[in-house]
Nanobody, 119 residues
Framework: QVQLVESGGGLVQTGGSLRLSCALS????????MGWYRQAPGKFRELVAV???????NYADAVKGRFTISTDNAKNTTYLQMNSLKPDDTAVYYC?????????????WGQGTQVTVSS
């Protein structure tokens, strides 16, 4: 049975930093990509950052230069380092993994973690 567990959300002031973690556990055969999405109240879920199996990354324009996505392949864990946070970054952040594991093939979503940036 696979699991995707997120951690690291919280409340921070404008200009502060947070690091989100997302750990994929279980019997994993291969990972195509891992990424982060966010959904603010009244808005659609949007891509924040994604990292592909080969290491290439893609970022939303709104976070370029402030957020960095990385992975620890040995731990099947992805991280999102968020610096210079703004109130507009307030949202529930969801981890997404596209992988092949025991009993699973395709995309899988985490439960979400709240990030709140106060002004």
């Amino acid at each position: 049975q696979v699991q995707l567990v997120e951690s690291g959300g919280g409340l921070v002031q404008t200009g502060g930093s947070l690091r989100l973690s997302c750990a994929l556990s279980g019997t994993i055969f291969s990972i195509n990509s891992m990424g982060w999405y966010r959904q603010a109240p009244g808005k659609f879920r949007e891509l924040v950052a994604v990292i592909m199996h080969g290491g290439s990354t893609n970022y939303a324009d709104a976070v370029k230069g402030r957020f960095t996505i990385s992975t620890d392949n040995a731990k099947n864990t992805t991280y999102l380092q968020m610096n210079s946070l703004k109130p507009d970054d307030t949202a529930v952040y969801y981890c997404n993994a596209d992988f092949h594991g025991s009993g699973w093939l395709g995309e899988y979503w985490g439960q979400g973690t709240q990030v709140t940036v106060s002004s």
